[in-house]
């Protein structure tokens, strides 16, 4: 029985499971997208988003923390200067798995993992400034209502003016 058990072993032992994450990790932080199987995208994102996590302080202790998962000079550079730099202000949810469908070799789910911010086709525009998020789940009905009785209440005032 697996009861409690939430590591997805992708079919490999621990030391070839874990290469396997640092590399897929270290070609996610230089393409900013990749594809692969449904499988390893989702293993992938767990694995991968705490490290950039991590990439928002930049002291040489986290460093060395990424450098230990991900083994890659350039993919720690990369992700200590621009990715870090481009994800300061998002609170988590760095990454997107976008499902495409089977691969035609071997009819395996594939699916493209990418860094949210570096994709400009989702994400806000070049010049366009973000806005504030609504902080409220509320139907906003109180406000509809005011808004009515305002349009109510101005054509009678006009009316009154015009007399």
């Known amino acids: 029985m697996r009861h409690g058990d939430k590591v997805k072993n992708l079919g490999r032992k621990k030391a070839h499971r874990d290469a396997l994450l640092s590399n897929l990790a270290c070609q996610l932080i230089q393409h900013k997208r990749i594809v692969t199987t449904t499988a390893k995208a989702k293993a992938l994102r767990v694995y991968v988003e705490p490290l950039i996590t991590k990439g928002k302080d930049n002291t040489t202790h986290q460093r060395r923390v990424v450098f230990s998962y991900l083994q890659d000079k350039e993919a720690v550079?990369?992700?200590?200067?621009?990715?870090?730099?481009?994800?300061?202000?998002?609170?988590?949810?760095y990454t997107r798995v976008i499902k495409l469908g089977a691969r035609p070799g071997d009819n395996a789910e594939t699916a493209m993992i990418?860094?949210?911010d570096f994709n400009e086709i989702y994400g806000k525009g070049k010049g366009e400034a973000k806005t504030a998020?609504?902080?409220t789940r509320r139907s906003g009905g109180a406000k509809k209502k005011a808004e009515a009785t305002d349009k109510v209440e101005a054509p009678a005032a006009?009316?009154?003016a015009a007399e």
């Open 77 to 93: 550079k990369e992700l200590f200067d621009t990715v870090a730099t481009k994800v300061a202000g998002r609170p988590g949810g």
């Open 114 to 116: 990418e860094l949210v």
């Open 133 to 135: 998020a609504k902080k």
């Open 158 to 160: 006009e009316e009154k």
